[in-house]
């Protein structure tokens, strides 16, 4: 399939530059597949196509504050430092810059208690940097680490808890699971009076999330790694709701590239920890997913492809440019979308 197949035209104004104040009043498009209708309404308004026995699964992975600024050591000149992926102990991989003067063993000061040397470089040009600090690592960034907001999002961000999830648990991704950020304690509640259950997974979200496909052919692209796990707990809610004819709702892309992942490995779901690197784009054949609740995706994007396996590809970009017409927010700050 061709790369230009996933593109639309989107200009800047839909681009939400921060989030909801109230997270659940963000707009949701419902997307009936079997009659192909569309409706609009409210995200708090998803518990109504929701069923009791059905199961959400949500990604329970945390962002970490994962934008560090400092400068080379006896230098003046500002260097940005974003996680990306942690090697060993105080070893990670990195996006520096600017990179060029990054070269191995140059010493960074971030803080009079954090420092770190580049120790190698990776085929890419990511710097793998290991750190010296006082302290708790964790508190460190906490303290002095900025949220790694995607590059379209220019407004700074005031309340880093608006860029996490309500039940984020596990500290790993560099970027948040979107889809979950429209949910409230108090709609997740509904949601279990109602007799929904709610699983967790965690993938945690890499810097290639943002990563265009950059091939004419889609099938030549090649995916970034995430870590993902799926426990014996989770899994047993999961298979329970689908032994019962309930259906397995998705939150967001990285909970159906979880389930997908492990179902592609085993010919099953099963608990599982491991890497994945799987790319699913139309003509896959979805094991365990059966309803997908997303935001609205970057054109020619992974994303947008894994979207339109689920439905159709013009059924999906007839429902972008829906969304255009009625003025709905896109990408990580934007509104939400059912795909029942």
Same mark, same amino acid.
């Given at each position: 399939?061709?790369?230009?197949?996933?593109?639309? *035209?989107?200009?800047?104004?839909?681009?939400?530059?921060?989030?909801?104040?109230? %997270?659940?009043?963000?707009?949701?498009?419902?997307?009936?597949?079997?009659?192909?209708?569309?409706?609009?309404?409210?995200?708090?308004? #998803?518990?109504?196509?929701?069923?009791?026995?059905?199961?959400?699964?949500?990604?329970?992975?945390?962002?970490?504050?994962?934008?560090?600024?400092?400068?080379?050591?006896?230098?003046? =000149? !500002?260097?940005?430092?974003?996680?990306?992926?942690?090697?060993?102990?105080?070893?990670?991989?990195?996006?520096? %810059?600017?990179?060029?003067?990054?070269?191995?063993?140059?010493?960074?000061?971030?803080?009079?208690?954090?420092?770190?040397?580049?120790?190698?470089?990776?085929?890419?040009?990511?710097?793998?940097?290991?750190?010296?600090?006082? +302290?708790?690592?964790?508190?460190?960034? *906490?303290?002095?680490?900025?949220?790694?907001?995607?590059?379209? #999002?220019?407004?700074?961000?005031?309340?880093?808890?608006?860029?996490?999830?309500?039940?984020?648990?596990?500290?790993?991704?560099?970027?948040?699971?979107?889809?979950?950020?429209?949910?409230?304690?108090?709609?997740?509640?509904?949601? %279990? =009076?109602?007799?929904?259950?709610?699983?967790?997974?965690?993938?945690?979200?890499?810097? +290639?999330?943002?990563?265009?496909?950059?091939?004419?052919?889609?099938?030549?692209?090649?995916?970034?790694?995430?870590?993902?796990?799926?426990?014996?707990?989770?899994?047993? #809610?999961?298979?329970?709701?689908?032994?019962?004819?309930?259906?397995?709702?998705?939150?967001?892309?990285?909970?159906?590239?979880?389930?997908? !992942?492990?179902?592609?490995?085993?010919?099953?779901?099963?608990?599982?920890?491991?890497?994945?690197?799987?790319?699913?784009?139309?003509?896959?054949?979805?094991?365990?997913?059966?309803?997908?609740?997303?935001?609205?995706?970057?054109?020619?994007?992974?994303?947008?492809?894994?979207?339109?396996?689920?439905?159709?590809? =013009?059924?999906?970009?007839?429902?972008?440019?829906?969304?255009?017409?009625?003025?709905? %927010?896109?990408?990580?700050?934007?509104?939400?979308?059912?795909?029942?």
């Amino acid at each position: 399939m061709n790369t230009n197949d996933f593109d639309y *035209e989107l200009d800047p104004s839909f681009i939400a530059q921060h989030p909801e104040d109230k %997270r659940s009043e963000s707009k949701l498009m419902v997307l009936d597949r079997e009659n192909n209708t569309i409706e609009h309404k409210h995200f708090y308004d #998803i518990i109504d196509y929701l069923n009791p026995g059905d199961v959400l699964v949500v990604n329970n992975s945390r962002v970490i504050p994962a934008r560090l600024y400092g400068s080379r050591e006896g230098k003046e =000149e !500002s260097i940005e430092v974003l996680l990306l992926k942690n090697i060993k102990d105080n070893k990670w991989e990195c996006l520096v %810059r600017p990179g060029r003067k990054m070269k191995i063993f140059t010493k960074i000061v971030f803080s009079d208690k954090l420092t770190g040397l580049v120790v190698d470089i990776t085929e890419e040009g990511h710097r793998i940097i290991e750190f010296e600090y006082e +302290g708790i690592f964790k508190e460190i960034l *906490e303290e002095i680490g900025n949220m790694p907001l995607p590059p379209y #999002i220019t407004e700074r961000l005031e309340d880093k808890s608006k860029y996490q999830t309500v039940y984020a648990k596990l500290d790993g991704s560099v970027a948040a699971p979107t889809a979950g950020l429209h949910f409230t304690e108090e709609l997740l509640n509904k949601i %279990r =009076e109602k007799g929904i259950d709610i699983a967790y997974v965690t993938l945690h979200v890499g810097l +290639g999330t943002f990563k265009p496909v950059s091939d004419d052919k889609i099938e030549n692209h090649k995916m970034h790694s995430e870590y993902y796990i799926l426990d014996t707990q989770n899994y047993e #809610i999961i298979k329970n709701a689908k032994d019962n004819g309930g259906n397995v709702i998705a939150v967001g892309t990285t909970s159906i590239r979880t389930l997908e !992942s492990i179902a592609s490995k085993f010919g099953e779901l099963k608990p599982d920890a491991d890497w994945t690197d799987i790319f699913i784009y139309p003509g896959y054949e979805f094991k365990v997913v059966d309803n997908l609740i997303t935001n609205f995706h970057l054109p020619k994007s992974t994303l947008i492809m894994l979207v339109s396996s689920l439905y159709d590809r =013009e059924r999906i970009l007839e429902a972008y440019e829906e969304a255009k017409k009625n003025n709905y %927010r896109f990408f990580s700050f934007g509104d939400a979308m059912l795909i029942k």
